[in-house]
């Protein structure tokens, strides 16, 4: 076997097509033969994954690899995936977020435990607990799961601050499903409203101070900042202190008077503006789904981070301090007043990836927002 691996190696280079090695690992799961499949991957890795950049024979393969074992049902099959990730060097963060999603999204729960008492990372386990809770699975009493779960010793980890249930805001969050040949997800930005706010030209709108600071601004665009790192998008994040109570129908003309870049001339005759009301359902719905599958030219924090980075941004516009606990902002968010908002500026792209939240405050005396826009 060795030998047969070694020839694969030494001719990926040269390859114009490499559906023959897909077919080959196939053909090896499809006989029983997970291991060769992952030593497969592990001598690819070992001799290949510092040109991953700029070989697309080895980046094509190895994802090929690794979503055969993963995606495919079967303890062992799990178990080899685990080998496989916890043995490439190469191995970092993005990988372990990867192959937990894939785990989660294919396997049943009862066989992924092995991951908690084998050759697992610290972090491909703490996704994985997470990857979980999305689907609905109760992890905290999950044989061969639990223990580790609910164990205080990784309360330190980022991902620790979460619970270990699915909250009623969060609902059934929108997932994307994978293959062996790729996964595809749905895009959910735009309007989901309940109504549409009526803006009232002749209305009143109260002075406001911004008291935006550095601290607030990466908070409330925690969910989409990857979209900014990794791709080509823009994040306006801005928060306000209002003289005034802010009635419902004075949002849009509140919205206009701030001076948002993403609204620079809106409101005209000839640049379209909306604003609608929204539960703070529809806002989380579109964080999460903007922090977990990324924008135009990336993949996005994965299923736990994404979880985690809409919190992060629910709390900064909700006017909760980052840190707080789960069920502290979703309090505070439900007590809110949340609206979606869209222009036809020059700031929104206006592809697929155009984001626009605002929640104003119980007593409608401070107005948070945040506007994301990407592109292809």
Same mark, same amino acid.
Not at 329 to 336: G, L, P, S, W
């Given at each position: 076997m060795a030998d047969r691996i070694?020839?694969? $190696?030494?001719? &990926?280079?040269?390859?114009? %097509? *490499?559906?023959?090695?897909?077919?080959?690992? +196939?053909?090896?799961?499809?006989?029983?033969?997970?291991a060769f499949v992952a030593d497969l991957a592990i001598a690819l890795a070992g001799a290949y994954a510092t040109d991953a950049g700029r070989m697309w024979q080895y980046r094509s393969v190895f994802d090929y690899l690794l979503r055969?074992?993963?995606?495919?049902?079967?303890?062992?099959?799990? $178990?080899?995936? &685990?080998?496989?990730?916890? %043995? *490439?060097?190469?191995?970092?963060?993005?990988? +372990?977020?990867?192959?937990?999603?894939?785990?989660?999204s294919s396997q049943p729960a009862e066989d992924l435990a092995v991951a908690f008492t084998g050759h697992a990372t610290e972090e491909l386990r703490a996704c994985l607990v997470?990857?979980?809770?999305?689907?609905?699975?109760?992890?905290?009493?999950?044989?061969?799961?639990?223990?580790?779960?609910?164990?205080?010793?990784?309360?330190?980890?980022?991902?620790?601050?979460?619970?270990?249930?699915?909250?009623?805001?969060?609902?059934?969050?929108?997932l994307p499903s994978y293959s062996v040949r790729g996964g595809s997800h749905s895009i959910p930005y735009g309007p989901s409203a309940n109504r549409e706010v009526q803006r009232d030209a002749r209305a009143h709108v109260p002075s406001a101070e911004e008291t935006t600071t550095e601290a607030v601004a990466k908070g409330t665009g925690a969910a989409v900042t990857n979209?900014?790192?990794?791709?080509?998008?823009?994040?306006e994040a801005r928060a306000f202190d209002l003289a005034a109570p802010l009635a419902a129908e004075s949002v849009p003309s509140m919205l206009l008077a701030l001076g948002l870049a993403c609204l620079e001339?809106?409101?005209?005759?000839?640049?379209?503006?909306?604003?609608?009301?929204?539960?703070?359902?529809?806002?989380?719905?579109?964080?999460?789904?903007?922090a977990s599958t990324g924008g135009a030219y990336n993949s996005g924090a994965g299923g736990a981070y994404g979880?985690?980075?809409?919190?992060?941004?629910?709390?900064?516009?909700?006017?909760?301090?980052?840190?707080?606990?789960?069920?502290?902002?979703?309090?505070?968010?439900?007590?809110?007043?949340?609206y979606a908002f869209g222009a036809e500026t020059k700031?929104?792209?206006?592809?697929?990836?155009?984001?626009?939240?605002v929640a104003v405050s119980p007593e409608r005396r401070r107005l948070a927002m945040l506007a994301a826009t990407d592109t292809d």
């Open positions: 070694q020839k694969i $190696v030494t001719k &990926l280079p040269g390859l114009k %097509s *490499v559906t023959d090695v897909w077919k080959t690992a +196939d053909s090896s799961l499809e006989r029983g033969d997970a055969l074992l993963a995606t495919t049902p079967g303890p062992g099959n799990v $178990v080899q995936a &685990l080998r496989l990730v916890s %043995s *490439v060097e190469a191995a970092d963060r993005k990988v +372990d977020r990867h192959t937990a999603s894939l785990l989660a997470h990857e979980l809770v999305l689907r609905g699975v109760d992890v905290s009493e999950s044989p061969g799961i639990a223990g580790w779960a609910t164990s205080p010793h990784w309360s330190h980890h980022p991902l620790g601050e979460l619970p270990l249930a699915l909250s009623e805001l969060e609902g059934q969050p929108d979209w900014a790192d990794e791709s080509n998008g823009r994040i001339g809106a409101g005209t005759k000839t640049t379209a503006f909306s604003v609608e009301a929204c539960p703070p359902e529809h806002a989380w719905r579109i964080l999460f789904a903007a979880r985690l980075a809409a919190w992060q941004s629910m709390a900064g516009l909700s006017g909760m301090a980052q840190g707080s606990l789960a069920e502290e902002v979703e309090a505070c968010a439900r007590a809110c007043a949340w700031w929104f792209e206006r592809v697929a990836w155009d984001i626009g939240l």
